[in-house]
C-alpha cells in the first residue's frame, strides 16, 4: 500500500510539474510555422519530432512547420535579450515586465509575420517555455514544463501545455496588412450601415409601477355590462383587459451608428371584462379581441464594444403605431336565438392610432447575435376629424378616443452589417 502511495505521489508530482504562468491569448494558425529558440544552439526538442507532437495534441493545427531558429541563436541582440528573459522569468511576474527594450530586438519580433517563435532554456529540472509573435513586444505565454531526456515525451508535454487550443486560418499579406493598421476596437469605423431583425415578447398594463393605484383603477377594475354599459369610454381598458402578454416581430436598420429606423408588430389576445353578475351573459362562451399593433419607431442609439464578442447598444426610441382590433365572440352552443344585447354589443372603431415613447438596449455577441431589452409607454387613440355642428343631435359616444399604457420587452435578434 505504502508504495502504491508513494507511486501515485511521483505520478502526481510529475503530472504538475507543467505550469503556465500566464497566456495572452496568442493566435494559433492552423498550418502554422513555429521556430524554435534556444540560447545555446543545443535545442531540447527536435524540431520534426515538435511538428509531430503538434499534431498529435492538436487535431486542427493541419500540417505545421517546425525548424531551429539559428539565425537568432547566432544574433548577439537575440542572445542577450534571451538570457535577460531567462534569468527573469518567474512565476507571478506581469508579462510586461518582460517587454523587449532593445529596437533591434523589437524589430525582430515586427518582422515576424504570422510566424510563431518557441523559446527553450534549460532551468535546472525544469525548461522554461515563452511564446513570441508579431502582435506584441512581450512573451504571449509563459510558464515551465519538467525537463525530460525522451524528447518526443518532453515535445508532447510542451504541445500538450501550450498549444491545445483552436486554430485559426492564416491570413494573406492583405488581411495581416489591415490587421496591423486597424485602430482600437472603440474607434474602429462604423458601418454605414447596420441592419436586425427579431421576434420577442413582452407584457403591457395600464398600472404604472410606482404611482398610486387610483391614478388608473377606474380603468382596470370596469366591468361591462349588458354587453356594452360601462362608467367610462375614453379608454379602451374599460373593456378589455389591459394587462397582457404580447409576441412582437421587428426588424430595423441604423445609419453611422447613431440613428434608425425600425418597423415592428405585435399581437395580444385580450378577454372582454364582463361583469359576471349580470346574467344576460349566461348565454356567452367566450369573447375577447386580438389587438394588432403595427408601428415605425425611430431609434437613438449609440454603440460601445465591450470586447471583440460583445458590444452593447443603448438607445432611445419614438414612434407611432396603428392598432387593429378582431373580436372574436361566440354564444354557447344551446342558445339557438342570442339576446337583443348580444346582437347591439359595444363595437370599437376600425382603427386606432397612437405613439410609442421608450428606451432599451442591444447586446449584440459575436457581431451577430443580439438580445433586446426595453420598456416604454404606448398610446392609443381615436381623433375626432369634424368640429360638431351646433345644429346637430347628440354625438355617438367615440370608443377609446385616449388609451395608455406601459410595457416591456425581452427580443431575441439577427445582426448584420454592410
Same mark, same amino acid.
Not at 112 to 135: R, S
Not at 284 to 297: R, S, V
Given at each position: 500500500?505504502?508504495?502504491?502511495?508513494?507511486?501515485?505521489?511521483?505520478?502526481v508530482?510529475?503530472?504538475?510539474?507543467?505550469?503556465?504562468?500566464f497566456d495572452?491569448?496568442?493566435?494559433?494558425?492552423?498550418?502554422?510555422?513555429?521556430?524554435?529558440?534556444?540560447?545555446?544552439? *543545443?535545442?531540447?526538442?527536435?524540431?520534426?519530432?515538435?511538428?509531430?507532437?503538434?499534431?498529435?495534441? *492538436?487535431?486542427?493545427?493541419?500540417?505545421?512547420?517546425?525548424?531551429?531558429?539559428?539565425?537568432?541563436?547566432?544574433?548577439?541582440?537575440?542572445?542577450?535579450?534571451?538570457?535577460?528573459?531567462?534569468?527573469?522569468?518567474?512565476?507571478?511576474?506581469p508579462?510586461?515586465?518582460?517587454?523587449?527594450r532593445?529596437?533591434?530586438?523589437?524589430?525582430k519580433?515586427?518582422?515576424?509575420?504570422? *510566424?510563431?517563435?518557441?523559446?527553450?532554456?534549460?532551468?535546472g529540472?525544469?525548461?522554461?517555455?515563452?511564446?513570441?509573435d508579431?502582435?506584441?513586444?512581450?512573451?504571449?505565454?509563459?510558464?515551465?514544463?519538467?525537463?525530460n531526456?525522451?524528447?518526443?515525451?518532453?515535445?508532447?508535454?510542451?504541445?500538450?501545455?501550450?498549444?491545445?487550443?483552436?486554430?485559426?486560418?492564416?491570413l494573406?499579406?492583405?488581411?495581416?496588412?489591415?490587421?496591423?493598421?486597424?485602430?482600437?476596437?472603440?474607434y474602429?469605423?462604423?458601418?454605414?450601415?447596420?441592419?436586425?431583425?427579431?421576434?420577442?415578447?413582452?407584457?403591457?398594463?395600464?398600472?404604472f409601477?410606482?404611482?398610486?393605484? *387610483?391614478?388608473?383603477?377606474?380603468?382596470?377594475?370596469?366591468?361591462?355590462?349588458?354587453?356594452?354599459?360601462?362608467?367610462?369610454?375614453?379608454?379602451?381598458?374599460?373593456?378589455?383587459?389591459?394587462?397582457?402578454?404580447?409576441?412582437?416581430?421587428?426588424?430595423?436598420l441604423?445609419?453611422?451608428?447613431?440613428?434608425?429606423?425600425?418597423?415592428?408588430?405585435?399581437?395580444?389576445?385580450?378577454?372582454?371584462?364582463?361583469?359576471?353578475?349580470?346574467?344576460?351573459?349566461?348565454?356567452?362562451?367566450?369573447?375577447?379581441?386580438?389587438?394588432?399593433?403595427?408601428?415605425?419607431?425611430?431609434?437613438?442609439?449609440?454603440?460601445?464594444?465591450?470586447?471583440?464578442?460583445?458590444?452593447?447598444?443603448?438607445?432611445?426610441?419614438?414612434?407611432?403605431?396603428?392598432?387593429?382590433?378582431n373580436?372574436?365572440?361566440?354564444?354557447?352552443?344551446?342558445?339557438?336565438?342570442?339576446?337583443?344585447?348580444?346582437?347591439?354589443?359595444v363595437?370599437?372603431?376600425?382603427?386606432?392610432?397612437?405613439?410609442?415613447?421608450?428606451?432599451?438596449?442591444?447586446?449584440?455577441?459575436?457581431?451577430h447575435?443580439?438580445?433586446?431589452?426595453?420598456?416604454?409607454?404606448s398610446?392609443?387613440?381615436?381623433?375626432?376629424?369634424?368640429?360638431?355642428?351646433?345644429?346637430?343631435?347628440?354625438?355617438?359616444?367615440?370608443?377609446?378616443?385616449?388609451?395608455?399604457?406601459?410595457?416591456?420587452?425581452?427580443?431575441?435578434?439577427?445582426?448584420?452589417?454592410?
Amino acid at each position: 500500500m505504502k508504495k502504491l502511495l508513494a507511486i501515485l505521489m511521483v505520478l502526481v508530482a510529475w503530472a504538475s510539474a507543467s505550469e503556465v504562468y500566464f497566456d495572452s491569448r496568442f493566435t494559433l494558425w492552423k498550418d502554422a510555422t513555429i521556430w524554435i529558440w534556444a540560447l545555446d544552439g *543545443n535545442s531540447p526538442v527536435n524540431a520534426n519530432e515538435f511538428c509531430l507532437s503538434l499534431r498529435r495534441n *492538436n487535431t486542427g493545427i493541419g500540417e505545421p512547420k517546425c525548424r531551429q531558429l539559428g539565425e537568432w541563436e547566432r544574433d548577439s541582440i537575440a542572445t542577450r535579450y534571451g538570457t535577460w528573459l531567462s534569468n527573469n522569468l518567474e512565476k507571478g511576474l506581469p508579462s510586461s515586465y518582460l517587454r523587449v527594450r532593445h529596437p533591434g530586438m523589437a524589430a525582430k519580433l515586427q518582422t515576424l509575420e504570422d *510566424n510563431i517563435v518557441l523559446f527553450l532554456a534549460p532551468q535546472g529540472k525544469n525548461i522554461q517555455v515563452a511564446i513570441f509573435d508579431e502582435t506584441a513586444q512581450e512573451p504571449k505565454a509563459a510558464g515551465i514544463v519538467r525537463a525530460n531526456n525522451d524528447k518526443i515525451a518532453l515535445s508532447d508535454d510542451i504541445a500538450a501545455t501550450f498549444f491545445d487550443k483552436r486554430t485559426k486560418r492564416r491570413l494573406t499579406k492583405e488581411e495581416r496588412l489591415k490587421q496591423q493598421t486597424e485602430p482600437d476596437d472603440l474607434y474602429k469605423e462604423v458601418p454605414h450601415l447596420k441592419f436586425w431583425a427579431g421576434m420577442g415578447i413582452g407584457y403591457s398594463q395600464a398600472h404604472f409601477p410606482l404611482t398610486p393605484d *387610483n391614478w388608473t383603477s377606474s380603468h382596470t377594475r370596469s366591468r361591462v355590462k349588458n354587453y356594452r354599459i360601462t362608467k367610462d369610454s375614453v379608454s379602451l381598458w374599460n373593456f378589455i383587459e389591459d394587462d397582457d402578454a404580447f409576441l412582437s416581430l421587428y426588424a430595423g436598420l441604423t445609419w453611422h451608428g447613431f440613428i434608425g429606423v425600425e418597423l415592428m408588430y405585435r399581437y395580444s389576445n385580450r378577454d372582454m371584462k364582463t361583469d359576471k353578475s349580470d346574467t344576460v351573459y349566461q348565454e356567452l362562451d367566450h369573447w375577447n379581441f386580438g389587438q394588432h399593433d403595427i408601428g415605425l419607431n425611430v431609434l437613438f442609439s449609440m454603440t460601445y464594444p465591450i470586447n471583440p464578442w460583445l458590444s452593447i447598444t443603448p438607445l432611445a426610441f419614438i414612434g407611432f403605431q396603428y392598432t387593429f382590433y378582431n373580436e372574436d365572440i361566440e354564444h354557447k352552443s344551446d342558445v339557438k336565438t342570442p339576446s337583443r344585447a348580444y346582437q347591439y354589443r359595444v363595437k370599437f372603431e376600425d382603427v386606432y392610432k397612437g405613439a410609442l415613447l421608450g428606451i432599451g438596449g442591444q447586446f449584440v455577441f459575436k457581431k451577430h447575435y443580439g438580445v433586446d431589452l426595453r420598456m416604454g409607454l404606448s398610446s392609443r387613440g381615436r381623433d375626432l376629424y369634424e368640429a360638431p355642428s351646433p345644429d346637430a343631435g347628440a354625438a355617438a359616444t367615440t370608443i377609446g378616443r385616449f388609451t395608455l399604457d406601459c410595457f416591456i420587452s425581452l427580443g431575441f435578434e439577427y445582426h448584420w452589417t454592410l
